[in-house]
């Protein structure tokens, strides 16, 4: 799959450099950093669990393959360091989140366009190291990158803009938001499902937590998140009379042709779906 | 004093207090009557395999249920009763025991099961299969489970004293005419329906807990077949309540808190039958359940 990132450097036919990214996001910063001179396979899609994966053969045949292996790293992705003992000796590690200060527990950090420019960099970097034949290309193409994150994060302030700093609240189905509001002035008021729990659901007593927490801020709306059932989120709303939304990225991206499958279209997504949600009553 | 009386009634009735707890304190106790009573049969026929495997495969008929876009229950129920029949059919072959039928179905379903999920984009959905959803519970969940309760009712009011003696001994009830095949469906269809609700409670990987544990306690206290079932669909009943405060008072999951209770019961069963057992001169024989 192409990304929409300059064009220029293509390496000979047929001989692009393999790369393998854990996370739909960082699978899209790759094709946006290296372009036409990479390859892409990537390893969680849109019905995966990012948080306790289990890699198949074929995750292990495609690292195996690659020169480049991207992970996001802040204990999201822990699950590939088993694969790359067994599979990828001799190629490249990115840490993507490397010396980065995050948000405790939060691996997260790509909601943060400022982290989110980091990590390219990081991505760039370790693509250089790969094939240094590249490396101007692969420059370029994070600049203009980069650029157009800060392009998507002004857009997305601007839509903020004028919605009254109390009603910026945001419940979520995980804890997935953090950096995205810090970045955008937003408050997470709380989730469904907190950081610390295993397990697909919170316990009684998180739940009549979070209750207390949305009746007392007034939040109005329950966003849900994409490939998940939101029972419990849909129990919650009946009882607090919120609403339960259209569903946010959170992990991932849309599929291809969905309008949402590049990151800058996913949140820029997320962000109207926000924005319609605190305009309701 | 009086202080010590509302804080003791605040901490009872606390939970009650939002539909969602409602609903699910509605569901885990159908599902607790439910797992409680066709546990009993499960455990006198030593088909305590059957229960485990059943309630492991039901993740595959959710998956399969899941790729289809059908209900997840009909899938459930489905691949429950295929268990079942598959199970029943190796275990009639004299070449295997039951247990050989277990090995042998339970990794296979329950594998396939986690396999499916993972490739139709379900690999979210796992976790909720295997630990339960109970705090998810809607109004429709509760209608599924209470319905499920009434099937085993009516089932035991119409033809309990046959299923009981089919379970008890096979070739009297053959010998005295009964249709002990069409008995046979018609427990492995409780049983199936039973694991549905269950699964929606506690998982499956707890399920088996919940239709074998209440069975357990009851028949370390019972002596004969009908109290034993009444004390186990009760013990089931009163673990998913009890279960569900822990989860309110404590940080503790709903689904695992309430098999978590079905375990103390069971220690403590077993502990009063040891104490009942060693008192001179009150020793009782532990001898087997009586259809009485």
């Known amino acids: ?93 990115v840490e993507a989140t490397r010396g980065l200060r995050l948000l405790p527990g939060d691996p997260h950090a790509w909601h943060d366009p400022e982290l989110a420019k980091r990590m390219v960099d990081t991505i760039a970097a370790g693509l250089v190291r790969a ?17 157009r994150l800060d392009r998507m994060a002004a857009d997305i302030r601007r839509r903020f803009a004028d919605v009254p700093r109390v009603r910026r609240v945001l419940v979520t189905s995980h804890d997935a938001f953090g950096h995205f509001a810090r970045a955008y002035d937003v408050e997470v008021v709380g989730s469904v499902l907190p950081a610390a729990t295993a397990g697909a659901e919170p316990s009684a007593r998180q739940v009549r937590r979070l209750v207390q927490d949305i009746t007392t801020r007034g939040v109005r709306t329950i966003f849900t998140e994409k490939g998940t059932d939101p029972r419990v989120e849909r129990r919650i709303a009946e009882e607090t009379g919120a609403r339960v939304s259209p569903a946010l990225h959170a992990d991932t991206l849309g599929p291809p042709g969905s309008g949402e499958s590049t990151f800058v279209e996913a949140e820029l997504a997320n962000a109207r779906a926000m924005r319609v949600a605190w305009d309701r009553p | 004093m009086i202080a010590v009386l509302d804080a003791a009634f605040e901490w009872l009735a606390e939970p009650w207090r939002p539909g969602l707890m409602r609903l699910a304190f509605a569901e885990a106790v159908l599902a607790g009557l439910a797992c409680g009573a066709l546990g009993c049969f499960v455990l006198v026929r030593r088909l305590a395999f059957l229960g485990e495997s059943v309630s ?140 549905v609700v269950g699964l929606r409670a506690v998982g499956g990987v707890l399920l088996a807990g919940l239709l074998l544990g209440p069975p357990v306690v009851a028949r370390l206290v019972c002596r004969t077949f009908w109290p034993m079932l009444a004390v186990a669909a009760a013990v089931g009943a009163v673990a998913g309540v009890a279960g569900l405060y822990l989860s309110w008072h404590l940080e503790l999951g709903a689904g695992p ?18 104490v009942v057992r060693v008192r001179p001169g009150h020793r009782r024989e532990a001898g087997p359940v009586t259809a009485g």
């Not at chain 2, 229950?73 to 059919?89: D, K, M, P, S, Y």
């Open chain 1, 1 to 93: 799959m192409l990304g929409c990132g300059a064009t220029e450097g293509r390496r000979g036919a047929g001989e692009r450099l393999p790369v393998v990214a854990t996370t739909m996001p960082l699978q899209d910063f790759v094709r946006q950093a290296g372009g036409d001179r990479v390859e892409v396979a990537g390893i969680l899609d849109a019905g995966s669990e990012p948080h306790a994966y289990e890699p198949t053969p074929s995750d292990a045949d495609a690292v195996a393959r690659a020169r480049v292996v991207v992970a996001n790293g802040a204990g999201l992705d822990d699950w590939l360091d088993d694969l790359l003992a067994q599979a990828g000796a001799d190629a490249v590690r």
């Open chain 2, 56 to 195: 492991h495969t039901v993740v595959l008929g959710a998956a399969l249920a899941l790729a289809l876009g059908l209900p997840l229950g009909l899938g459930a129920v489905a691949i429950a009763l295929t268990t079942a029949g598959l199970t029943g059919a190796i275990a009639s072959d004299r070449r295997f025991s039951p247990d050989n039928a277990t090995g042998v179905l339970l990794p296979t379903l329950f594998g396939a099961g986690v396999a499916l999920l993972a490739l139709t984009a379900g690999g979210r959905r796992l976790e909720e299969l295997l630990f339960g959803s109970i705090l998810g519970a809607g109004a429709s969940d509760v209608a599924l489970a209470g319905a499920v309760v009434a099937a085993v009712v009516v089932a035991l009011l119409l033809a309990g004293q046959e299923l009981v003696l089919t379970a008890f001994d096979r070739s009297v009830a053959r010998a005295l005419g009964y249709r002990v095949a069409a008995l046979d469906g018609l427990l492995l269809a409780l049983l199936a329906v039973t694991t």
């Open chain 2, 257 to 274: 808190a309430i098999v978590l209770v079905v375990t103390g019961a069971v220690a403590i069963a077993a502990g009063w039958r040891a």
């Open chain 1, 131 to 147: 094939d240094p034949a590249g490396r101007e290309t692969y420059r370029r193409n994070a600049a203009a990158y980069r650029a």
